[in-house]
């Protein structure tokens, strides 16, 4: 009998599903559109673990968001109000987050390989380790974010704003 070497094989990304299913669309697009008053604390929405792949969510409003290991491979979240979410180790690889704010979020281990963050907003974000290879990041400002040990290989970094960012270890090439 042959022992095998190694761990188990990923599945292949082919079998995920395109979009989600239509109640699940209508739920995070009612999620993604509450409007909360000032004076009212923020509940963040709770995607951890979620399979949200190519889901539509342009424009939400999900400040605070805890997305820890949800999957959000060719999602659309251009102008998505994301600030202080937490998307640590999630995958959302081909994702579309141009003009997104994520000021003070959390990337930290997440996979944003060859994701759209054209003029998105990551003031005092954290992305330690995080994998932006390939990504479209021009105009995007990255002031005072952490990028320790981040691998921008390939990266489209045109007019990138990395006022007081810190870059230790990141790999650039």
Not at 34 to 39: C, F, I, Y
Not at 132 to 161: F, I, M, S, Y
Not at 162 to 168: D, E, F, I, K
């Amino acid at each position: 009998a042959m022992i095998p070497s190694g761990p188990p094989e990923e599945p292949m990304a082919s079998v995920l599903p395109c979009r989600p299913p239509t109640d699940i669309q209508a739920a995070i697009t009612v999620l993604g559109r509450l409007k909360r008053p000032d004076d009212e604390p923020i509940v963040p929405v709770d995607f951890t673990g979620a399979h949200l792949e190519g889901a539509n969510l342009k424009n939400a409003s999900l400040p605070g968001a805890i997305l820890i290991g949800a999957q959000f491979v060719a999602a659309k979240l251009e102008g998505a109000l994301l600030n202080r979410a937490i998307f640590v180790d999630s995958i959302s690889s081909g994702a579309v987050l141009d003009r997104a704010v994520l000021d003070d979020a959390r990337l930290d281990g997440a996979n944003f390989k060859g994701a759209h963050l054209k003029e998105a907003r990551l003031h005092g974000a954290s992305l330690v380790r995080v994998h932006l290879e390939r990504a479209q990041l021009q105009g995007a400002r990255l002031v005072d974010a952490n990028l320790e040990r981040a691998h921008l290989e390939e990266a489209h970094l045109q007019g990138v704003k990395l006022n007081r960012a810190y870059l230790v270890g990141a790999h650039l090439y």
